[in-house]
């Protein structure tokens, strides 16, 4: 029997964004499509994993070759469910997705969309997780659909279990990407400030996390350089987070 | 003026954990501290920070060199406030817990101890997570002691910003530990099962996560050699989840 290979797809913006449904009409046409995301939205959970209450999951569709599930979790509950739970076959490709939002540079810490994506990683299948410089729930994904669907043939066909990808479009108004730039993550850092208010029943202070993204990073092979100039940006990723430089320095010190 | 060195610590088990009060014991030996931990438990609370609902935050103690905060955020909203909002002067130590049970291996991912230690390395000061590989409450802290007083002193003498450390101790019943061990995140996997149970009045499924700790790794290098044969493990830690090899492979084939 010729299978067709087994897509899953999560995201971190819940089950009904329409960057999870561009992102979902786009794997139909390369595979077996199971999508499994979350009933609110998880944007900013990093990889949370649920733990104090159960995991639910309620079936949304249950056509041949297209499956749809929804959850309480987090994206990395809803890849461990979808891997140890819901399918019984091992997915070729995991996707996550499309954020609306960036996920570049240090931003991959905190993002639920790249944690789903890590999951899959984990558990030895290729991954990807794709996000938009546009915070719109009208933002144009109409750009997108042909790097989507190379990187994912790519990491279909290569079938290297160890590759995951951090995929990052502009922001374009019109016109096309330049172009894709394998690049590195790079180095940024949130100066938070916090708004505060008073809750006016009580007269108390409560803050809203409201940061400056400070980029201290000048290279033009990072991918914050490649979304400022209009290319795809798109960074090899991994989650070992062993300080290799300073093992070997503390090492031979002591 | 001889300023004492400012030591801010947060945790992931909350404000009333042991392991917290046994750290802020040791660091009060050596500058003024400043505690910032949540109201409720954030394990597995990973990187996760809070932007669907703003932040509060409580004194609970306010003495000349120690001062107490209780929050509802994260442990990497606890250190976004300590350092953005709480505290008027840079902090030369972030540590974050004594965790109740370990953040070895793969764990770190997971982990809420370990997010405010790189909170704060993301933030230019040295900072440390401390776990140990005893869930209990009652956990024997004692022989942790020279360990966390000799890496916290080393940090603050070399104040190295990028300076970042995930420090695990082994479970000993009787005796210390053998000594410590510099080492590289060991390679593991979380292989999930889940609990099927059903609820009393719908009769629907609900699924309590439940994994077993598969270790992919037979490097005697690594936190889990270390912590199974009795060392304290200690691996510098970093936050650039780049994969440069890949990117190298992938940057020479394109």
Redesign the interface.
């Known amino acids: 029997m010729n299978e067709r290979p087994l897509i899953l797809i999560t995201n971190d913006d819940g089950y009904q964004a329409p960057g999870l449904h561009h992102l979902t009409q786009l794997m139909k046409t390369l595979g077996d499509v199971v999508v499994i995301s979350s009933e609110q939205?998880m944007?900013?959970?990093?990889?949370?994993?649920?733990?104090?209450v159960?995991?639910?999951?309620r079936c949304l569709t249950d056509e041949v070759g297209f499956k749809e599930f929804v959850t309480n979790g987090t994206p990395?509950?809803c890849v461990?469910?979808g891997?140890?739970?819901i399918v019984n076959r091992k997915p070729s490709l995991v996707v996550s997705g499309i954020n609306h939002g960036s996920n570049s540079s240090?931003n991959?810490?905190?993002s639920g969309t790249?944690?789903g994506a890590?999951e899959a990683a984990?558990?030895?299948i290729p991954a990807i997780g794709f996000s938009i410089r546009d915070y719109s729930l009208q933002a144009d994904f109409s750009y997108t659909d042909e790097h989507i669907l190379h990187w994912s043939s790519f990491l279909l066909e290569n079938n290297k279990p160890?590759?995951?990808l951090?995929i990052n479009f502009p922001k374009v108004n019109d016109g096309a990407y330049k172009g894709h730039k394998?690049?590195?993550?790079a180095?940024a850092?949130?100066?938070?400030?916090?708004e505060e208010?008073l809750d006016p029943r009580s007269g108390?202070?409560?803050?809203?996390?409201k940061?400056d993204f400070l980029l201290q990073d000048e290279g033009h092979d990072t991918d914050e350089w490649a979304l400022n100039n209009y290319f795809v940006s798109?960074?090899?990723?991994?989650?070992?987070?062993?300080?290799?430089k300073?093992?070997e320095l503390?090492?031979s010190n002591?």
Chains 1, 2 share one sequence.
């Open positions: 939205t944007s900013a959970m990093s990889h949370a994993i649920t733990i104090k159960p995991l639910v999951f990395a509950d461990k469910l891997l140890h739970k240090i991959i810490i905190y790249l944690a890590l984990m558990g030895g160890t590759l995951a951090n394998i690049c590195r993550q180095k850092y949130w100066k938070e400030d916090f208010r108390k202070p409560y803050y809203w996390l940061g798109v960074v090899p990723i991994q989650y070992d987070f062993t300080d290799f300073t093992l503390l090492s002591i």
